[in-house]
């Protein structure tokens, strides 16, 4: 086929193809997953998959992928080229780095790029992102003051030439990490994910008859930003402003600000005023931070067009460069999502103020909290687990929010049965938290409370991070808060959210995800939903009366 203009693809033919290519993508997802040896991915969704053209502009990414992982992978691959001139790629190719400023933010992720042949010619990129079991070093957490303290850092390097491992890249990551088996098993699981995403595109272009993805890729780019642009210019001019507090580190407790301001089919964001880089790992680089707010301004104003590059296009970001959103190398980074997760709940606060049907509340999983369990099995093998669940969905202004989902990442728990038998703990409660969700005309998510015994002969190492000790989710409109974090040890003590701890044999953990915030008024929640919570064990007559001002209704349906 003749090479064809962007112009040239009507919009039905363009909705065939563009599903053809996500379609691409998913495969090259469902590779990884299912190829993938830890808990990680296979259990939590923390991974994505991209396809990229050949001058690396995002055509189409999985369908479940982590919204900051999509939002980073082109800007990556340039940098890749930057650093490994384009002539020296070639057929079977898998360059990998897991440098912050280069790839998603902190050590812990492996970002990798394929070059895609057809026709000996470079035609597009495979990408993938991946979170791995380790990464060496301390091990993950929130309070390490140097970045050499969170791991081994690995420039951009081909871990596979023409199909063949690099040794010396090979040995150097299997030595420097705890869990080596599982750690490669995942770093394969990309490579054979590439692999997939470069034989689905090579039959595309047999099937379609094209020769390349440029021109196609310039129309999908091209309708990506008109939708965008479209919604954008659908919100009043102008500029909104607002703040929010985080827990930070001890006493040095850390501010976001932000202002965004839209002018005709342009929205920008500026976080000037926001709290200098911190000497602790919750910094978030500028790629994190410009994924963390661009996607949420897609979600709220044009949450059903596909997204492409594009869709992000009409957006800019603006960070103060030595801001814990913009911090400077090397500024400790490895639990940023502590951070990066706080800017929906403010960005949606600016826009609540024009457009308030299009937002939702806080989300209890904004920031989410993790904990990391690492140490020796019931069989003298080493493990690391990370327990992922999520706390309360805010609420909007037409339902209450979800309880236990995840927003804005979209990592999931997964399969506790799975969590147990790859280490020595004991799933003994996971349920809903009672009162938990912001009270408001709509109510917040219930977050939930988990409880984890401890079942090895010898201590395991805890990591804790979270964020929201001090200051809970927040409603909009008029709502109230959702609950705070807790992590309780089996003496009563509060684990400090962001350090490690030891546990002892036998002990038990006991952790609060927060609800989200609520949304509207509490006087104006329908006393029947109210009632409903109640039935429900969703929310407790005291909270009822003390938030609503509400009494239940006695058995014969009268007040």
């Given at each position: 086929?003749?090479?064809?203009?962007?112009?040239?693809?009507?919009?039905?033919?363009?909705?065939?193809?563009?599903?053809?290519l996500?379609s691409?993508?998913?495969e090259?997802?469902?590779?990884?997953?299912?190829?993938?040896f830890?808990?990680?991915?296979?259990?939590?969704?923390d991974?994505?998959?991209?396809?990229m053209?050949a001058?690396?502009?995002?055509?189409?990414?999985?369908?479940?992928?982590?919204?900051?992982?999509?939002g980073?992978?082109?800007?990556s691959?340039?940098?890749?080229?930057?650093?490994i001139?384009i002539?020296?790629?070639?057929?079977?190719?898998?360059?990998?780095?897991?440098d912050?400023?280069?790839?998603?933010?902190?050590?812990?992720?492996i970002?990798m790029?394929?070059?895609?042949f057809?026709?000996?010619?470079?035609?597009a990129?495979?990408?993938?992102i991946?979170?791995?079991?380790?990464?060496?070093?301390?091990g993950?957490?929130?309070d390490?003051?140097?970045l050499v303290?969170?791991?081994?850092?690995?420039m951009?390097?081909?871990?596979?030439?023409e199909n063949?491992?690099d040794?010396?890249v090979?040995?150097?990551i299997?030595?420097?990490?705890r869990?080596?088996?599982?750690?490669?098993?995942?770093?394969?699981?990309q490579v054979?994910?590439?692999?997939?995403?470069?034989?689905?595109?090579?039959?595309?272009?047999?099937?379609?008859?094209l020769?390349?993805?440029t021109?196609l890729?310039?129309?999908?780019r091209?309708?990506?930003?008109h939708?965008?642009?479209?919604?954008?210019?659908?919100?009043p001019d102008g500029?909104?402003h607002?703040?929010?507090?985080?827990?930070?580190?001890?006493?040095?407790?850390?501010?976001?600000?932000c202002?965004?301001t839209?002018?005709?089919?342009d929205l920008?964001?500026d976080?000037?005023?926001t709290?200098?880089?911190?000497?602790?790992?919750?910094n978030?680089?500028?790629?994190?931070?410009?994924?963390?707010?661009?996607?949420p301004?897609?979600?709220a104003?044009?949450?059903?067009?596909?997204r492409?590059?594009?869709?992000?296009?009409?957006?800019?970001?603006?960070?103060?460069?030595?801001?814990i959103?913009?911090?400077?190398?090397p500024?400790?980074?490895?639990?940023?999502?502590?951070?990066?997760?706080?800017l929906?709940?403010?960005?949606?606060?600016?826009?609540?103020?024009?457009v308030?049907e299009?937002?939702?509340?806080?989300?209890?999983?904004?920031?989410?909290?993790?904990?990391?369990?690492?140490g020796?099995?019931?069989h003298?093998n080493?493990f690391?687990q990370?327990?992922?669940?999520?706390?309360?969905?805010?609420a909007?202004?037409?339902?209450?929010?979800?309880?236990?989902?995840?927003?804005p990442s979209n990592?999931?728990?997964?399969?506790?049965?799975?969590l147990?038998?790859?280490?020595?703990?004991?799933?003994?409660?996971?349920?809903?938290?009672?009162?938990?969700?912001?009270?408001?005309e709509?109510?917040?998510?219930?977050?939930?409370d988990?409880?984890?015994?401890?079942l090895?002969?010898?201590?395991?190492?805890?990591?804790t991070?979270?964020?929201?000790?001090?200051?809970?989710?927040?409603?909009?409109?008029?709502?109230?808060?959702?609950?705070?974090s807790?992590?309780e040890?089996?003496?009563?003590s509060?684990a400090?959210l962001?350090?490690r701890?030891?546990?002892?044999p036998?002990e038990?953990l006991?952790?609060?995800?927060?609800?989200?915030?609520?949304?509207?008024?509490?006087?104006?929640?329908?006393?029947?939903?109210?009632?409903k919570d109640i039935?429900n064990?969703?929310v407790?007559i005291?909270?009822?009366k003390?938030?609503?001002?509400?009494?239940?209704?006695?058995?014969?349906?009268s007040?």
């Amino acid at each position: 086929m003749t090479e064809q203009k962007k112009n040239d693809f009507d919009p039905v033919t363009l909705e065939i193809l563009w599903s053809r290519l996500i379609s691409i993508a998913d495969e090259s997802a469902a590779a990884l997953l299912r190829t993938a040896f830890s808990t990680l991915v296979r259990e939590s969704n923390d991974f994505c998959t991209v396809l990229m053209d050949a001058e690396c502009n995002c055509l189409a990414e999985n369908t479940g992928g982590i919204p900051s992982f999509v939002g980073m992978l082109p800007s990556s691959v340039r940098d890749f080229i930057d650093r490994i001139p384009i002539e020296e790629w070639r057929p079977g190719d898998c360059i990998i780095t897991n440098d912050p400023w280069i790839g998603s933010g902190h050590l812990p992720d492996i970002t990798m790029a394929s070059p895609i042949f057809y026709k000996d010619k470079l035609v597009a990129f495979s990408g993938s992102i991946a979170h791995l079991p380790d990464i060496g070093g301390s091990g993950w957490g929130s309070d390490s003051r140097e970045l050499v303290e969170e791991g081994l850092r690995i420039m951009p390097v081909k871990f596979i030439r023409e199909n063949v491992e690099d040794p010396f890249v090979g040995e150097t990551i299997r030595s420097n990490v705890r869990v080596p088996d599982q750690v490669i098993g995942d770093i394969y699981a990309q490579v054979a994910a590439q692999r997939v995403c470069a034989k689905g595109v090579q039959q595309f272009l047999e099937d379609t008859g094209l020769d390349e993805l440029t021109s196609l890729s310039e129309a999908l780019r091209s309708r990506a930003e008109h939708a965008m642009r479209t919604a954008i210019e659908a919100v009043p001019d102008g500029s909104w402003h607002a703040s929010v507090d985080a827990d930070g580190f001890d006493d040095e407790e850390t501010h976001i600000e932000c202002e965004l301001t839209i002018k005709g089919s342009d929205l920008h964001l500026d976080f000037a005023g926001t709290s200098p880089q911190i000497a602790r790992g919750i910094n978030s680089v500028l790629k994190y931070t410009y994924s963390y707010a661009t996607y949420p301004i897609k979600c709220a104003l044009d949450p059903d067009s596909p997204r492409n590059e594009g869709s992000f296009l009409p957006v800019t970001v603006s960070a103060p460069v030595g801001s814990i959103l913009n911090p400077t190398s090397p500024a400790p980074t490895a639990a940023r999502h502590l951070t990066g997760h706080f800017l929906p709940g403010v960005i949606y606060r600016c826009l609540a103020q024009i457009v308030p049907e299009k937002v939702s509340a806080d989300s209890g999983s904004s920031p989410t909290l993790r904990t990391v369990y690492g140490g020796v099995d019931l069989h003298g093998n080493r493990f690391n687990q990370v327990l992922f669940a999520c706390g309360g969905l805010g609420a909007n202004h037409r339902m209450d929010g979800y309880a236990c989902t995840a927003f804005p990442s979209n990592t999931g728990v997964g399969s506790i049965e799975a969590l147990e038998s790859a280490s020595p703990l004991r799933v003994w409660k996971k349920e809903l938290a009672k009162d938990s969700g912001g009270a408001g005309e709509f109510r917040g998510g219930l977050g939930q409370d988990i409880e984890i015994e401890v079942l090895s002969k010898s201590p395991v190492n805890l990591s804790t991070l979270a964020d929201r000790g001090k200051y809970p989710p927040m409603g909009i409109l008029g709502a109230k808060n959702g609950s705070l974090s807790k992590v309780e040890l089996s003496d009563g003590s509060h684990a400090h959210l962001k350090s490690r701890d030891v546990l002892k044999p036998g002990e038990l953990l006991k952790l609060h995800f927060p609800g989200g915030g609520g949304f509207g008024k509490p006087e104006a929640r329908d006393p029947a939903s109210i009632q409903k919570d109640i039935d429900n064990g969703y929310v407790s007559i005291e909270a009822a009366k003390a938030e609503y001002g509400y009494v239940a209704l006695n058995e014969s349906g009268s007040k």
